[in-house]
Structure formats: C-alpha cells, structure tokens
C-alpha cells in the first residue's frame, strides 16, 4: 500500500473523462516507504556531501569546479530521485455536492399568525423551505437536507406535522446538527423560525458555534417582526424569599415590538389585591428592564401578579401578565405595647418582650395623666408627647402586633384611630391584644367602638365590669390543644395553670364574640350562661385578637418564682401568643406545602400537609381537608380534596390545575376536634416558556448571520439565498505508477556518474 | 335577666357612682406597692417615709400606688410579691443566713429590684450591705452614671440628695442591664421624706432645705418609675426630646 509524505508534490496533470461525469485527476506522488525523516536525512546527506565535494576543489580553476559541481548536483538529484521512488496516480472523481440542511421550526409559537398574511407562521416557513429544497435539488453542488426542530432536532418525516406544537425553540440545536452532519464543510444551514429562542441562547455567544460550520447561516424569518406588535411580562428576577418590611427589588424584564417609547402602568398585585403601580417607558431596543421595589407586609407565602393593561394594537394580551411567588418571611416582630399606666404587669410584659430577641418592641406608656400633678414644669420632666397620630396612621402597618395595656384611649383623642387599629387586624392581618386592668375592655369604654368589633368577648356598655376577688383560671377543652396555652416541659399535669399563683381581679365582659374562642376560664362566674373567659382568642377575618380580662398574670413570674416554680411560664404564654397573633407557621400543628412554586399546565401538583398532636409529634389518622381556590376568580367554587394522614403524620395530594393562574391551598385537619389550618400558594404557568414566547425576534438571526456570512430574508426570499461551494470531489477510483525504477533512469545515473569521473581525471583530481 | 347583671344595672342607677369611681379601682392586688425589708426587731426609724413616697408618686404620676408600703422579711413567702424592695437604716446588723441570701438572689435575678438607702456614708449599716451584696454577687457596687435612666425615668435629675448632701451618687449592681437590680443611695432620702402623723416634716434638709427635699421626693418618684418602666425612658424613640430638654 503506498502511502503520500509531506515531500510529495501533488500537480494535476491531466483531466480527462473516462466516463460520463466522472473526472480523471492525476498527480506525482512519491512511492517510498521510507519513513518522512528518513527521507529529510537522505536529502541533507547528499547536500552535505556536495559541500565537502566543494571544498575539495575550490582552489581549482573556476570552470573545472563549476562543471564538476553541476555533474555532482546532477548524480545527487538522480540518487535522490531514486530514493524518493517517484510515481503517478490516477485519481477518478465525481463533484461531492455541499450539504445545505433546511431547518424548519416546530415550536408553538410558529403556530402563531405571520402578521403579514395571517397564515400560520409554520405553514409559510414550511412551503418556503419544500421550494428551496426543490431548487436546491436542481444544483449538482449542493445537497438539501430537511430538518424539522422546537427543543430538539430530527429529520423531516415523509408527511410533515400539520401544525407547530414544540414546547421550546433551541436554536443552538440546528447549530449543531449542521456542525456534526457537515464536518466543516457545510454548504448553509437555512432557519426557517420566528427567532423566538427558549433556551437562552445569547447573541454575543454565537461565535462558537458557527465558527467550526464554514458556510453561511441565512435565517428566512416565518414573520415579520415589525409587524407584529405586542408588549410581553417576559420573566422577573426575584429571590424566593424576602423578609416582611424590608426593601423588597425584583428586576421585571419586559420584551415587546413596535411600542418604544410608550409609557405605561406596571401594577403589582399581591394574593390579588393591588399594591403598587409605576409607570415605565419602553425602549428604543426590544426589551425593557424594569426594577421594582416595594415593602411587603406580612409574612408568608404570597402570589404577587404583575400586569400592564393591553394595547388595542397588541397581538397578545395573555403576556401582559406574570405571577410569581415569594415566601415572605419576618426578622423579628414588631411589636406596639401602649400601657395607660405604670404597673407591675406592664413591666414584667416590657421585661419579656424586651428580652425577646425576635421581637423589636416600641413602648408607650401614660406616666401622667392629666389629673396627676408632677410639681414640676415640663422642662424638669422627660415625658413626651403621645405621638397617636403617627402610630395609629402612619407607623401602624409596621407592626405585627399592638397591644393595648390597661389603656383607655379616650383622655388621648384616639377615637378617630381606633378604626384604623380594627383595619390593621381585619385587613393588614394585624394583631391585636388587649391586656386588662381599671382602664381596659368596658372600663376603658371600649364598647360599641371599632375595637369591640374585633375583640374575641363581647363587652358591656360604660365603666364599673370588674370583680376583685383572687382565683384561679382553669384551662378549657380549646385551652387544651391551643398554641397559646401550651407551657410544653414547664406545666404539670392536665391543667398546669391550676398549680400556677392565683390571679387577683377579672374585667367582666357580657360574653364571647362569634368566633371567639375562650382558652382560661374563671372557675365560678359566668358570661352569656358560659363561664367567664380569662383569655380568649378570635380569627378576625385576616388577623386575630386576644383578650387577658385580668392585669395580675405577672403574678405568673416573679410570685410564681417565689413559690417555688420556674420562672419562664409567664414567658412561654406571652411568646405563644405573639407567635399566634402573628400566625407563625412553625407554631401551626397543620402544615402545607406545595411540591413546587410554580408549576406548568398540565403537570399535577403534589401537595403535602403534615399534621402534629398537642406536643408537635406527627398526627395520624386525622382527617384532612384541602381547598385549592384560584386567586384571580374570587367567586370561584375551590376545590375539596380529601385524605387521611398516616402514621408520619403526613397526608399527600395530587392536584390538576384545571388551568394556569395563582391559587391559594388551604388545609384543615382534625382529629376528634379541630388540629388546625395552614395555607400555601403556587402559581400554574402557561404549558411552557413557548407559550410566553410568541413575538418574532431577529435579534440572534441577524447576529447569526453576522459571523457566519449569512443573510435574514423573508419567505418570499428564501430562494435567492446564496451558498457555499467548497468544490469538495468525491474519488471512485484511483491507481498509481512508478517510473523510477525504468532503466533510462540507471542509464543516466551511470552516464553522469561516469562523466564527473571523466571530468574530474581529466583536470587532473584523483 | 342574670343576678349579677341586675347587680350591675342597679349600681348604676346610683348617679355617678360608677363614674365617679376612681382609676384604680381594680383592687389593691394591682397597685404598685413596695416591700420593706425588715431586718431586726429595733423599731423603723422611718415608719412614714415609704408611705410619703407612695402617695407622692399617686399623686404625681399615673402609677395607681399602693397606700403603705408591706413590710417583709427575707425569710418571708411574701417577699415574691413585691417586685420592689427597699431597705433602710443606719446601724450594722448581723450577717444572713445562706437561705435568706439565695432568696433575695433569686428574688432579683427574676425580675426584682432593691433600693437601699442609708442615712450617712459611713455609717454601719453601709458596711454591712456591702458586705452581704459582695456575698450575695461578689462583685461591687458601682456609681451610676449621669446619663443612668434613674435620673431621666419621670423627672430630670442631676443627682440625688435626701436629708443631706453628703454623697449625691447612686451605687448599684446591674446597671448596664435594661433594668437595675440593686440601687442604694447614702444621704438618707428617706429621711427627707418622714413627716410626723400632724403632717409636720420630721426632719430638716440641708444645706438646699426645701428645694433639696423637693428633689429627693423627685427621686423616690423615678425609683418607682425604674421599678415600673424599667429603661422606658432609654428607648430611641424618648431620647431626641430628653437632649432638647437638658440641653436648655
């Protein structure tokens, strides 16, 4: 088998045609087997011994060493010759036609109207690429091949798919498809595609993969992107959980054609109800970036909708919209304690929440009121004003929690606020707890105000509701499995608050609030035929009150100390109640969760609630009930689910969205008795990315087409794209023959060596 | 109609009955009151003043104040009721038992406060507290400093004078925390308050005479302001207004 080296010099030496089509090539080619550096040292042996032969005779006359020069120059070059084995070979060849891949997109966005005709998109690119196919057929010099391609490439079937339902454009894979087919000989690769890609593909990376191709990329855009106009919500950049009252920046990017320059309203939305509008003005490219910054309120996880209103002009109102989810979750809570006097039970609350690291407590305490006489000017005393129009306007929708100590707010003007304060609980889901005492509940002439309509008891009209006598409160069957009164390790038996000191007094209330829940009772006077409530609780719409009708649970701390118990007990239930008031989720014996955040159309939902007995153990047997409403249709019926938790304590749901949009999941369990309730939400998207990609981009054709030398044309210019020729020849047959080894070829090597030796005798050198 | 809402309905036939009722009407359980520690069975060289300093606090404040202070001995169960202790006097006296110690320990470490006051610097009874406070904590009483919340808690003060001026600091243990656990003060505050049964005021205050006994009333007041409000009075929200205030 011979073999061509690097000294072989390859000349065409004829063409001729042996047959039809078929192109005779023949070249020189060497015939040695000798290895290439052999054949480099043969070579240099030879000039080194002309060289030396030189040196011998330089001192001669100069015709003698030029004519024996020439004659061994001569004798070295046939040596050589024969060294190098020459030889010819006969190549047959055909011309190879240049690979053109036609790549049609699939994706559900080419389903889309063209803008121009108003034929699907698909079915445009799809004739256009059968024409080119067809005249590319024609041309020896090249061969078409069709592709179709959405999120992954594969070979046109015989009868192409009737319409465009790819979930994803990918760009990159026809890319390289061409690279792998071609080998870098590629004649063109053909995009017949709206330029939506999915996958990211940026235009400043598509030097890589078109710099291996060696043929043009030519995008035929299936439509005409000034001709579709359309403003899309096209994805938000926002971290998964933000912290309540805290500076919250997400990035909105919106994309959008033939609208630059327009201002419009963003609107954000949380869990459905308005929050924020600001006004942006498109850009002159084709996508705006948009930040976004707003405080959220209240913790949790929460839908947040993004929206501009639609163009009359706009192809596409569906992308005017973005829901996305964000687990709003609280650093510490912020707590307003107002006491309307000194006393031990204010301090020992103070002293409580003030040690609480998770809680960022804001006092105000009446130290005079304006029947006290101080003796002194107020510039010898360092009380301030009571700023009430500041903290129950301005400031009050930072707290999490107000409390309202032994406080009678009518010496302050505070009757105007007092709604504000019912708002805060029933719509910014406050809450609300108000402590008693000789200023508090009636006393405090609370009655028949917006407080009344929120507090867990009903209260009597005008001031004089309160009984002195000292008792002990016994905990009722809700006390039992509620948060709140809970003592964990620090209780003994089935009612550790009857081995707790007695309580001294008890404001009287005319009964419990529909919703109301009483957790101590007085063990002998009733309310409403029930016994009396001690501390009760109510859910008020979205917040929740509570009520302590005596101001001497203090006596739960340091009495409770001195007797011989621990002293964290009046700890313990003033932080339970603070963690229910603010519906912490780690304090909930039911707890749901949605497998994911956002899910897309057509894909179920796994939903898992877990349930936990009075000492958060898992919970089994008990009956769970899961609602799943959408946000965005108030009315809408939600949908039950039913299940029974196992012994984890765990039930699982599988839910089908019946259609993309924001939903809200809430799960109730019992077991013999209500356990408790939790929420989650998740956000349903349109089937996929391509759904929300349907505006014709030419960004990344043209920038194709920039590296590769290509061109972005229409479809009615899809047969006037030009193509590489690399004149690539397929060889059928080839034969080779030597002609050193003829005997012309011995012949002359023997005439030259014998007459350098004439030569060299004759001018007299041995 | 229930009993106890025709009790309720009747009483308020009674015009202004009701409404005349005072604010603290919710039963002495819930008045702000103070232990007095009694040490010995020597007679109470004060028997007036704690009483003085509670009603001049009801009467100055909004703090509904007990009307006599309760005496307590350390051994004594009630000892927990009283989140505020004070003792006083001027003589030394024997050293505590071990249980009597622990007691009052943990009386402070769950939330109480003592205010001690002596009638002079160097009397015996100044060495004796400290003696029992270095058993008790083993550590020594500091000086309060100017900006301490004692002397901003309800009125601004300086200093604290009493019956004399022989030493205007306050010493105490704790003070850094956000409330204090033990004060004492050594120029007989309480001396400036005792007044004989006609009203008459026992002692002379010198050398500021009236005004210096003005000024020790002021400071019993933030005592039970400290007692009540803790550091109230260092929250951020108090501090722009008291600078404005000390600064005229």
Avoid at chain 1, 605 to 634: M, S
């Amino acid at each position: 088998m011979m073999s061509a080296h690097l000294l072989h010099v390859t000349a065409l030496l004829a063409q001729q045609a042996p047959a039809e089509g078929m192109v005779r090539i023949t070249e020189w080619v060497s015939l040695s087997r000798w290895p290439g550096y052999a054949l480099w040292g043969a070579g240099l042996l030879l000039l080194g011994a002309l060289y030396l032969s030189y040196r011998a005779v330089r001192g001669a006359p100069r015709p003698v060493v030029v004519g024996l020069l020439i004659l061994r120059a001569l004798l070295a070059g046939l040596v050589f010759a024969v060294i190098l084995e020459p030889g010819v070979r006969d190549l047959d060849t055909t011309p190879e036609p240049n690979l053109v891949i036609l790549a049609v997109d699939s994706s559900a966005s080419m389903a889309e109207p063209d803008g121009a005709s108003g034929r699907p998109r698909y079915d445009g690119a799809l004739a256009a690429a059968q024409a080119l196919y067809t005249q590319l057929e024609a041309q020896p010099a090249h061969r078409p091949h069709l592709v179709l391609f959405d999120d992954a490439v594969r070979a046109m079937p015989e009868a192409p798919p009737a319409t465009a339902t790819g979930a994803g454009t990918v760009l990159r894979g026809p890319l390289e498809t061409a690279d792998t087919l071609a080998r870098g000989k590629l004649g063109g690769l053909v995009l017949f595609t709206d330029g939506n890609d999915t996958d990211g593909l940026l235009a400043e990376d598509v030097q890589k993969l078109v710099e291996g191709l060696q043929g043009p990329v030519h995008t035929v855009l299936a439509a005409q992107p000034e001709a579709f106009r359309d403003v899309a919500i096209d994805r938000v950049l926002a971290d998964e959980f933000a912290f309540v009252r805290n500076p919250l920046t997400f990035q909105v990017v919106l994309r959008h054609r033939g609208f630059s320059g327009l201002t419009l309203p963003l609107s954000l939305a949380e869990d459905g109800q308005p929050i924020a509008t600001k006004q942006i003005t498109l850009s002159d490219t084709d996508e705006t970036i948009v930040d976004f910054t707003f405080e959220p309120k209240t913790a949790g996880k929460h839908i947040y909708t993004l929206s501009c209103p639609p163009r009359p002009e706009e192809r596409i109102v569906e992308n005017n919209r973005f829901d996305f989810a964000v687990k709003i979750i609280r650093d510490r809570i912020r707590v307003l304690q107002v006491a309307g006097r000194p006393s031990w039970d204010e301090r020992f609350v103070r002293r409580l929440l003030k040690e609480n690291p998770s809680v960022d407590l804001i006092s105000f305490f009446i130290l005079r009121s304006p029947s006290d006489n101080a003796a002194a000017s107020n510039q010898e005393l360092s009380l301030i004003p009571f700023p009430t129009r500041e903290l129950f306007t301005e400031q009050l929708h930072t707290f999490d929690v107000v409390i309202l100590q032994d406080f009678n707010y009518r010496p302050y003007q505070m009757g105007m606020y007092l709604a504000n304060i019912r708002d805060f609980v029933t719509k910014n889901g406050g809450g609300l707890l108000m402590i008693g005492g000789s200023l508090s509940f009636s006393e405090g002439a609370y009655d028949n105000t917006p407080i009344a309509d929120i507090l867990p008891v009903t209260l009597w009209p005008g001031p004089g509701h309160i009984d002195e006598e000292r008792f002990t409160p016994r905990l009722t069957k809700a006390g039992r499995s509620h948060p709140i009164t809970q003592l964990g390790d620090l209780g003994r038996g089935d009612d550790p608050f009857a081995q707790l000191p007695a309580l001294a007094g008890i404001n009287l209330v005319r009964g419990v609030a529909p919703g109301g829940e009483v957790l101590l009772s007085h063990p002998f006077l009733n309310a409403d035929g029930e016994a009396h409530p001690v501390i009760a609780v109510r859910e008020v719409e979205n917040g929740r009150s509570m009520a302590i009708l005596t101001d001497s649970t203090w006596t739960w701390s340091l009495p409770h100390v001195g007797a011989g118990g621990r002293g964290d007990v009046h700890r313990r239930l003033f932080a339970n109640a603070l963690r229910w008031l603010i519906r912490d989720p780690e304090l909930s014996r039911v707890q749901v969760a949605a497998e994911q955040s956002v899910a897309f159309e057509g894909e179920p939902v796994d939903i898992e609630v877990r349930t936990f007995d009075p000492k958060y153990r898992p919970q089994g047997d008990a009956d769970v009930v899961l609602e799943v409403r959408r946000l965005d249709e108030p009315g809408a019926e939600p949908v039950v689910l039913r299940a029974q938790s196992g012994a984890d304590g765990t039930a699982r749901f599988s839910f089908d969205p019946p259609a993309a949009g924001p939903y809200r999941v809430n799960a109730r369990a019992s077991e013999k008795g209500p356990i408790g309730s939790d929420v989650d939400a998740f956000v349903v998207r349109k089937g996929s990315l391509e759904a929300r990609h349907l505006q014709p981009r030419d960004g990344l054709p043209r920038a194709l087409a920039e590296r590769s030398g290509g061109e972005v044309v229409g479809l009615d210019e899809a047969t006037s794209l030009r193509f590489e020729d690399h004149e690539r020849r397929k060889v059928h047959r080839q034969s080779s023959r030597p002609i050193w080894d003829q005997a012309w070829v011995v012949a002359l090597l023997c005439l030259v060596a014998a007459a350098e030796w004439w030569w060299r005798r004759r001018r007299g050198f041995a | 109609m229930k009993r106890r809402t025709f009790l309720h309905h009747s009483l308020r036939l009674a015009p202004g009955l009701l409404a005349a009722a005072p604010a603290g009407a919710f039963g002495e359980a819930s008045q702000v009151g103070m232990g007095h520690v009694r040490l010995g069975s020597a007679d109470d060289p004060r028997p007036e003043a704690l009483r003085r300093a509670l009603w001049e606090t009801a009467r100055r404040t909004s703090i509904d104040a007990a009307r006599d202070a309760s005496e307590v001995r350390l051994s004594d169960p009630a000892l927990f009721r009283h989140p505020l202790l004070v003792m006083h006097g001027e003589k030394s006296f024997a050293p505590w038992r071990e249980e009597d110690r622990a007691r009052l320990l943990r009386h402070l470490r769950f939330g109480g406060l003592l205010y001690i006051d002596a009638q002079r610097p160097d009397c015996g009874f100044v060495t004796s507290v400290e003696r029992e406070l270095d058993a008790i904590f083993g550590e020594a009483l500091a000086t309060a400093p100017k900006d301490h919340v004692l002397f901003k808690s309800f009125y601004l003060l300086d200093e604290v004078v009493g019956r004399t001026a022989a030493d205007t600091a306050v010493r105490g243990l704790g003070l850094n925390d956000q409330r204090a656990m033990v004060l004492m003060t050594r120029c007989d505050v309480l001396g400036a308050l005792e007044r004989d049964r006609l009203g008459t005021w026992t002692y002379d205050c010198e050398p500021g005479g009236a005004r210096q006994r003005e000024l020790a009333i002021r400071f019993m007041v933030n005592v039970m302001m400290l007692a009540t409000c803790l550091d109230y009075k260092a929250d951020q929200v108090h501090i722009p207004f008291i600078m404005k205030k000390t600064r005229r």
